[in-house]
């Protein structure tokens, strides 16, 4: 089987911009979100916020999907995007032992007020940091080091260092041109939500270029948010701590 590199992130992360990158570099099979189609919009979907009427699939589970991962797995190497909260019932160490693991992760006052933004009545259960951490702890003790993690800020403020730093954390080679792309891409082609409407702005950008950082004030949102914050924000910061420093 090929090297399966596994991006573990948050929702509203910054992460299928750093999916876009990968897919422009030619030498990947490059998924999105594979078990989270299967979380919400399976045979038997996972998702707190189910009601009968939702889209469901016949035939996709959490199950098939892993099987197609490793199907394409044995064709070439693959890169997947997903969140640790679809699939936190199937970390047995021979499971995990598959992927070379990364973490992307976000300050979750610009993630929480993000998804706010786009479901206000969204389901802490979809938030995802504690299942992040609690997957990042777990491959910590079994491996005996950290995998590496890449904050969103950093990756933002500066994406040709941090990427090289990403690449070099996860055994491939940096390939500077996947950085840029052309504009006008279609989102629905590799969205299975919504048509792609959280992409759009994605696709019409033409890179990864270094940007300002940015700052999200609390203070005037919401109470619901501000509680989800807190109680989130605790596992971010573990997992701050082991992000990758540029030198």
């Not at 040709?160 to 390939?175: D, L, N, Q, Y």
């Not at 792309?181 to 019409?204: I, K, M, R, V």
């Not at 300002?212 to 997992?239: A, G, I, S």
Request: hydrophobic share 35%; net charge negative.
């Amino acid at each position: 089987m090929n090297k399966i590199v596994a991006l573990w992130a948050i929702p509203r992360s910054t992460s299928t911009a750093f999916e876009w990158m990968m897919r422009q570099r030619g030498d990947l099979d490059c998924l999105h979100e594979p078990f989270g189609e299967a979380w919400y919009q399976g045979e038997d979907p996972l998702w707190p916020r189910f009601v009968e009427g939702e889209k469901t699939t016949d035939g996709l589970t959490i199950e098939s999907v892993w099987e197609d991962i490793k199907q394409r797995a044995e064709q070439g190497p693959v890169f997947l995007k997903d969140f640790p909260h679809y699939i936190n019932h199937m970390w047995t160490p021979e499971f995990l032992a598959h992927f070379t693991h990364a973490f992307l992760i976000r300050d979750p006052a610009k993630t929480i007020t993000s998804m706010y933004n786009k479901w206000n009545d969204f389901d802490e259960l979809e938030v995802g940091f504690p299942e992040q951490r609690a997957m990042f702890d777990l491959l910590t003790a079994l491996n005996g080091t950290p995998p590496p993690v890449i904050d969103s800020d950093d990756l933002l403020e500066n994406p040709h260092r941090m990427t090289e730093a990403f690449c070099e954390s996860v055994g491939i080679p940096f390939i500077e041109d996947a950085l840029t792309w052309e504009a006008g891409g279609d989102p629905s082609e590799h969205s299975w939500w919504d048509g792609g409407s959280f992409h759009e702005n994605l696709a019409q950008s033409t890179g990864l270029k270094p940007q300002e950082r940015r700052y999200v004030e609390l203070e005037n949102t919401p109470d619901r948010v501000q509680r989800v914050h807190r109680r989130m924000k605790p596992h971010y910061d573990h997992l701050y701590q082991h992000r990758i420093k540029l030198a």
